[in-house]
C-alpha cells in the first residue's frame, strides 16, 4: 500500500509547497493554497528494454469520415491510438462538426462521445437538426474520469470524444473542473488509456482572449495534433487548421460552410476567392501554399499622399515589414516617393500569408494603386524580389500554375526562367523591377 505523503499546492497556478502559506509565491494569490494527498514514491518493478527492431510492427488503419476536408487535414484520416485536441472560439462550431465526424465514422467504426457541457435531451435536438442521429453512435454525459474510463473499457470503443476536456474531473484532485491540476490529470490519464488501448481520442478545448488553448502549455505538448476552428465572417466560413500533427502535415487547413444542416465542407474556396475579386487599381490576384493547396488570395493596396508627419503603413495579412521592405526597393529602384504615401495594405478573406512568393504581387499592388491603373483581369501575380531589385521564380511553381489553370486563370506575372512548365496561360515575365514600370505605360 503506497504511503500518503501531505503536501499543498496552488489551486490558481498548480505552485507546489511542503508546508501551507497563506499566499502563493508564484502567482501571488492569496487563499488559493490547499492541501492534497500524494502517494509516496516506493520501488516498483521495471519493463526490460528491448531493440527497437524487435517491436512488432502494427498495420494500423486510419478512420475515414469521407469528409474530404476533415481527412485531408487529419493526415489522411485519423489515426488509432492518437490523442487530438480541437479548440475554437465558443460558438464556432466545434461540437457540431464532432458530432457530424461521430455520426459518419459510426457506420463502420464503435464511437463514444462524453458531453459534458451539454445534457443528452441538447444533444438530441443536435443530432435531430443536423440528421446525425444514429442508434449505434453511443451517448453519455459523464464528466467524471473514472466513469469515462471505466466506460470506454466496458465498450472498447474505436474512437472516443470528449466534449469538452475543461469539464472532465478527477475526484483525486482536489480543485475545481477546468483548473491546471485538473487539465493535467484529465489529459495524462487519457492520453495514456489512448495509448495503452489503441482508441483514438479526441478533446475540445476552451481557448483564451488571446486565442490560444486554456491552460498550460503542456497540452499542447502531450497530445498527438493540435487544430483550430477558426471564423471568416467575410467569407461565411469555417477554417479547420493543422498547428501540430504528428500523423500529417502542420499548417493543413480545411474549409467549411455553416448552415442551418450543419458545416458543409467547402471543396472550390479557390472559386469563391476568385469571384469576390474585382478587377481595379491596387487590386492583385496571388497565390500562395497553406498546407498541401495552393490559395488564390486578392491582395488589395491603397496609397495616398499623407497628410501628416510620419507616413501611415496599415498592414494586415502580410508581415507588416514586407510591405516596407517592398516599398523601399521601388522607392531606390524606381525613384517612386512611397516615403511621402500613406500605405494601406490587406489580404482579401483574413488569410495569413507568410511566403516571400508574394512579393511581386505586393509591387504590383502598390504600383497599381499608385498610377491607378489596374492589371488586366484573371490575371495571377507570382514572383520574389530579391534586395538588389532582380525578380526571382517563386517556389513549387508548377503546383501554383496547375491551380490557376483550373479556375481560368489567363494571365500570369512572374519571373524569368529558363525551365517553365507548360501552360495555356499567357506569360509575362520579369528580370528586373525597373521592367514593372512598363505595365502602366511609364
Partial sequence: MPKQKQHYHCTNCDYHTPKWVGCCPSCNEWGSISETQKNARINTPVSAAVPLA????????????GIEEWDRVMGNGIM????????????????????????NLSKNYQILYFSSEESLEQVRLRAERLACLNSSLLF????????????????????????????????????IPGSIGQLREAAFRLMRFAKENTVATIATGHITKEGTIAGPKMLEHLVDAVFYLQGDDALHTRILRSVKNRFGAIHEIGFFEMQEQGLRQVTDINQQLIND?????????????????????????????????????????VEHKQVVLIAAILEKYLRIKLSEQDIFFKTNGNFKMKESSADLGIALALLSSYYQKPLPEKSLVLGEISLTGLVKPATRFPTHIQEAEKFGIQHIFTAKQYHIAKTRCKLTQFHSVYELLELFSI
Fill in 80 to 103: 488509432p491510438g492518437s490523442f487530438i485536441m480541437i479548440t475554437g472560439d465558443p460558438g464556432i462550431g466545434k461540437s457540431t462538426l464532432l458530432l457530424q465526424v461521430a455520426h
Fill in 140 to 175: 453519455s454525459d459523464q464528466a467524471d474520469l473514472d466513469s469515462v474510463l471505466a466506460l470506454a473499457e466496458q465498450h472498447r470503443p474505436d474512437l472516443i470524444v470528449i466534449d469538452s476536456i475543461q469539464n472532465c474531473y478527477s475526484a483525486d484532485t482536489k480543485t
Fill in 54 to 65: 524487435n517491436i512488432t510492427k502494427t498495420p494500423y488503419k486510419r478512420l475515414m469520415t
Fill in 277 to 317: 475579386t474585382i478587377t481595379s487599381p491596387g487590386s492583385i490576384l496571388t497565390s500562395f501554399i497553406e498546407g498541401s493547396r495552393p490559395l488564390l488570395v486578392e491582395l488589395q493596396a491603397l496609397t495616398v499622399n499623407t497628410k501628416f508627419g510620419m507616413p501611415q503603413r496599415v498592414v494586415t495579412g
